[in-house]
């Protein structure tokens, strides 16, 4: 999908790679708040319910660092289990059925969601499971949103690294040095899971009191 929405592709279809782009940024950061946020309601009403009272903060954060534990294992194989995960990916006939801001939209909309395409690692379940704790500890639903937003965002950075892919040649180089890079990335998203869960533990001395 990379090659197909950088202004080369977008060119060959008589689209306007801004247009595009914008449509799918902003459609993916929306999606993530929107999911983000969901979550955050769940996360402010389970804190805020009679039967169950606020969530202790150490508590939470003790579950974050074994979430990002459990997820970096997954990550790096040292677990033997999957992710969960739809196998479906964007319907790229879109490409030539729709103007580009509509498939920009239903692309980065789908991606931003997270679980309505493939999902690729696990670290997806750690960002959003972050935004239920952290929503049913401060009880403020608008952070779970704020998590998913960023997650949306962020799902939008590869399509933004096309920008300079402007010919033919270029976005052949650049696509194999992106492909090259897959193993770098995930040591990265193992690593920042594991950051996660290192920052999640040294809280927990400091809002246990």
Do not use: C, K, N
């Not at 194989?77 to 939209?105: C, I, K, M, N």
């Not at 499971?129 to 639903?141: R, Y």
């Amino acid at each position: 999908m990379l090659a197909s929405i950088s202004p080369v592709g977008e060119a060959g279809r008589g689209q306007r790679w801004t247009i595009t782009v914008t449509a799918f940024t902003l459609a993916s950061t929306a999606a993530g708040a929107a999911v983000g946020g969901a979550l955050g309601l769940a996360g402010a009403w389970i804190a805020g319910a009679a039967l169950v009272g606020a969530w202790s903060p150490a508590i939470a954060a003790v579950v974050l660092g074994v979430l990002a534990v459990l997820g970096a294992s997954v990550d790096a194989g040292r677990l033997p289990l999957t992710v969960p995960s739809w196998r479906r990916q964007v319907d790229e006939r879109w490409l030539t059925s729709f103007r580009g801001w509509v498939y920009g939209a239903g692309f980065g909309a789908q991606l931003g969601a997270a679980v309505l395409t493939v999902v690729p690692t696990a670290a997806t379940y750690v960002a959003f499971g972050s935004a239920l704790l952290v929503a049913g500890v401060s009880g403020q639903a608008v952070a779970g949103a704020a998590i998913g937003a960023t997650f949306g965002l962020g799902r939008a950075v590869p399509v933004l690294a096309t920008a300079r892919w402007r010919d033919p040649e270029r976005l052949r180089a650049s696509f194999h040095r992106f492909d090259a890079s897959r193993t770098r990335a995930a040591t990265a998203t193992v690593a920042g899971q594991l950051v996660v869960a290192a920052g999640a533990v040294a809280l927990v001395p400091f809002v246990a009191s």
